[in-house]
């Protein structure tokens, strides 16, 4: 591991000394932060797996409902039966903190557009049973694939703090650390060594002295 | 900090449909069309949408654009299978998401 390029002096040690303390610190509050982003983010992408599985399945089943129904009802008349909704979804975003990630927190609120109506956008005349089940069903998931969204974008910006963080730690783990150790030897070794000669050179003009 | 969002939901015109009559905002687009799918996604983004959901068809056309919200808070876009069956796309991203954070697969 290369030293740092400094000048031998006591200056530059109590400097590098100071520092060697700061990045240790630094590099175990680092390290407890990945840890915990770590362990938080692997209960949240085994829920995102398991959630995700989950829906892709029921969505092909009601897409598949749903094929059911546009083959018995025309096309156009679903469309039309479908045009005016008789409930509203809309969404509240919050921000949450989490481990200094930043994780939008979403809410759904919905609501009926007119009082006492159900899913069913349309009368029952002229619909069919089986656009019937089709809208149930995908009413049924839709909670979910809202938790999803929310979910799978927490996972996402998790992943790219992980890195950093990760980055960071390494970085100090394995270079910043040992550089500075490195540096600090280097530094008492040679004050040393110049102690050493200085103490010889008196000698030696000692015995000069007294010859 | 409140906001109220709106939900899009984009992709094929069959795929899509159902999700009108919840009071979703449908989009459609066409997989063969990728200028106009990046147009739609690229406006939802600007308006208040919070979430958007795209069918996996197609994403496909157009990862950049979705690549480019990844960092932002909102709108969080959501890959959903369309209705000729899932790509796996949408689970490809999770297992990318783990490998670069843990630095292997650990789901199966």
Do not use: W
Request: glycine residues 4%.
């Amino acid at each position: 591991m290369a030293k740092l390029n400094v000048n031998p002096n006591r200056m530059e040690l109590t400097k590098l000394k100071r520092r060697l303390v700061t990045a240790v610190r630094g590099h175990k509050l680092l390290k407890d932060k990945q840890d915990e982003l770590m362990r938080r983010f692997i209960d949240l992408v085994r829920h995102n797996n398991e959630l995700r599985k989950n829906v892709e399945a029921e969505l092909l089943a009601a897409y598949k409902a749903f094929a059911l129904a546009s083959a018995i009802v025309s096309s156009e008349f679903l469309e039309e039966a479908l045009l005016l909704p008789t409930r509203r979804v809309s969404l509240e975003v919050t921000t949450q903190n989490v481990m200094s990630v930043t994780v939008p927190k979403m809410e759904f609120k919905e609501e009926a557009l007119l009082q006492d109506a159900d899913i069913f956008p349309y009368g029952f005349l002229g619909t069919s049973d089986e656009a019937d089940r089709a809208l149930k069903t995908l009413y049924d998931i839709l909670p979910k694939l809202l938790e999803l969204g929310e979910v799978e974008k927490t996972c996402n910006l998790m992943t790219d703090e992980i890195e950093k963080t990760r980055r960071r730690v390494n970085a100090l783990e394995y270079m910043t650390i040992p550089q500075l150790k490195e540096t600090i030897k280097y530094i008492k070794m040679k004050l040393d060594e110049n102690e050493r000669s200085n103490l010889v050179r008196l000698i030696k003009v000692k015995t000069m002295i007294q010859a | 900090m409140i906001i109220m969002r709106k939900i899009g939901v984009v992709g094929d015109k069959d795929s899509i449909l159902a999700f009108k009559a919840f009071g979703l905002d449908v989009f459609p687009a066409f997989a063969h069309q990728p200028e106009d799918s990046r147009k739609i996604v690229d406006r939802l983004a600007r308006e208040d949408y919070g979430l958007i959901f795209i069918t996996e068809q197609i994403a496909q056309t157009i990862t950049e654009t979705i690549d480019r919200y990844n960092k932002a808070i909102t709108p969080a876009i959501i890959l959903i299978p369309g209705n000729t069956g899932s790509l796996g796309v949408g689970m490809a991203r999770i297992r990318a998401n783990v490998e670069k954070a843990v630095g292997m697969n650990i789901l199966d």
